[in-house]
């Protein structure tokens, strides 16, 4: 089944690289990105995992908490966590599942139902599992991304849209494309002129149906 926009998450217990997880108790009651790659040991995604891993501070300023998901075990996870951690410069102090039996990839429609790991497999045998997934505090998927096995994930554009969709969820309102924090924001279609003014002060009007205003955070 499908995972869409404002479906709650298929919830899992799963070993990982920091022990037994539940996957719903994990994520508390702050925002969460569960992010995953083909297979251990493998170029692109050493690069990722080392790029997540220097952006500690900054999911930790957006109460935000990381979990890679990887078809390899916890003992494989431990070798490889030391060469991310060599080319990354920096520690990987978040989980990695250890998802053998590809339920976690599955469940989130990473891969087909019928899909199982052969005899000598390479990462082309679980090459749709390079998902990215934001999960709101209320369990709910608020963004997912897919990206193809020869190209690298902009974790600076997940960070963006991280601060995008807090903002629109605190402030109730839209961001522009290519928007970051401190610029106008959109307000949405719904909100009448009237009321626009009584939550925001003022804005501009640009178009019969695009209005936008400061930043309000």
Same mark, same amino acid.
């Given at each position: 089944?499908?995972?869409?926009?404002?479906?709650?998450?298929?919830?899992?217990?799963?070993?990982? !690289?920091? *022990?037994?997880? %539940?996957?719903?108790?994990? @994520?508390?009651?702050?925002? =969460?990105?569960?992010? +995953?790659?083909?297979? /251990?040991?493998?170029?692109?995604?050493?690069?990722?995992?080392?790029?997540?891993?220097?952006?500690?501070?900054?999911?930790?300023?957006?109460?935000?908490?990381?979990?890679?998901?990887?078809?390899?075990?916890?003992?494989?996870?431990?070798?490889?966590?030391?060469?991310?951690? !060599?080319? *990354?410069?920096? %520690?990987?102090?978040?989980? @990695?599942?250890?998802?053998? =039996?590809?339920?976690? +990839?599955?469940?989130? /429609?990473?891969?087909?139902?019928?899909?199982?790991?052969?005899?000598?497999?390479?990462?082309?045998?679980?090459?749709?599992?390079?998902?990215?997934?934001?999960?709101?505090?209320?369990?709910?998927?608020?963004?997912?991304?897919?990206?193809?096995?020869?190209?690298?994930?902009?974790?600076?554009?997940?960070?963006?849209?991280?601060?995008?969709?807090?903002?629109?969820?605190?402030?109730?309102?839209?961001?522009?494309?290519?928007?970051?924090?401190?610029?106008?924001?959109?307000?949405?279609?719904?909100?009448?002129?009237?009321?626009?003014?009584?939550?925001?002060?003022?804005?501009?009007?640009?178009?019969?149906?695009?209005?936008?205003?400061?930043?309000?955070?």
């Amino acid at each position: 089944m499908s995972l869409r926009i404002n479906d709650t998450v298929p919830n899992f217990t799963a070993e990982t !690289s920091q *022990g037994t997880v %539940d996957f719903h108790d994990w @994520i508390g009651d702050g925002w =969460a990105i569960l992010f +995953s790659h083909p297979k /251990d040991f493998t170029p692109v995604c050493t690069t990722e995992f080392g790029a997540v891993a220097q952006l500690a501070d900054e999911w930790a300023k957006r109460n935000t908490k990381v979990m890679g998901v990887s078809v390899d075990g916890v003992e494989d996870h431990a070798g490889w966590i030391k060469d991310i951690e !060599s080319v *990354g410069g920096a %520690d990987v102090g978040f989980p @990695i599942v250890a998802d053998e =039996a590809l339920a976690v +990839s599955k469940a989130y /429609d990473m891969l087909p139902a019928e899909a199982y790991l052969p005899d000598g497999r390479t990462p082309n045998d679980t090459a749709t599992v390079r998902s990215v997934y934001i999960i709101g505090p209320d369990k709910q998927l608020k963004l997912s991304m897919t990206y193809p096995m020869t190209v690298g994930r902009n974790f600076a554009e997940i960070l963006r849209a991280l601060d995008a969709l807090q903002a629109t969820a605190k402030h109730g309102i839209a961001t522009p494309a290519n928007w970051t924090h401190g610029q106008d924001v959109i307000i949405p279609a719904a909100v009448s002129d009237e009321d626009a003014i009584a939550k925001f002060g003022s804005f501009e009007k640009k178009l019969s149906y695009l209005r936008t205003t400061a930043d309000p955070s």
